[in-house]
């Protein structure tokens, strides 16, 4: 399995940006179906975003859609889920995940359950 490294995480104004990046060890990256989830304390792990594994399709939660945008370098073996108009609601830990056999699209790409790969998470702070 892909050994994954998020970055990028931190302390931000609401309505600041930051761009989180996931770093995969080896070249299989590119086979992977990638998601991003978060965790706020005392709730669920959530979704937060899906990417194909060429890249050309995405998808969001509706919370974060038209804020956040999920990309993917296959040459770098990486994903990053850039975030902007930050609102205190999005503090949370946030993880990349990676599976191969989802396909993106579905929903089953929404359930935290079904990826394989995860990152060890990088904390993201929204003060209001």
């Known amino acids: 399995q892909v050994q994954l490294v998020e970055s990028g995480g931190g302390l931000v104004q609401a309505g600041g940006s930051l761009r989180l990046s996931c770093a995969a060890s080896d070249d299989t990256f590119s086979s992977y179906v990638m998601g991003w989830f978060r965790q706020a304390p005392g709730k669920e792990r959530e979704f937060v975003a899906a990417i194909s594994r060429g890249g050309l399709n995405t998808y969001y939660a509706d919370s974060v859609k038209g804020r956040f945008t999920i990309s993917r370098d296959n040459a770098k073996n990486t994903v990053y889920l850039q975030m902007n108009n930050l609102r205190p609601e999005d503090t949370a830990f946030y993880y990349c995940?990676?599976?191969?056999?989802?396909?993106?699209?579905?929903?089953?790409?929404?359930?935290?359950?079904?990826?394989?790969?995860w990152g060890q998470g990088t904390q993201v702070t929204v003060s209001s």
């Open positions: 995940a990676g599976d191969l056999g989802l396909a993106a699209k579905t929903t089953r790409a929404r359930n935290p359950n079904e990826y394989d790969c």
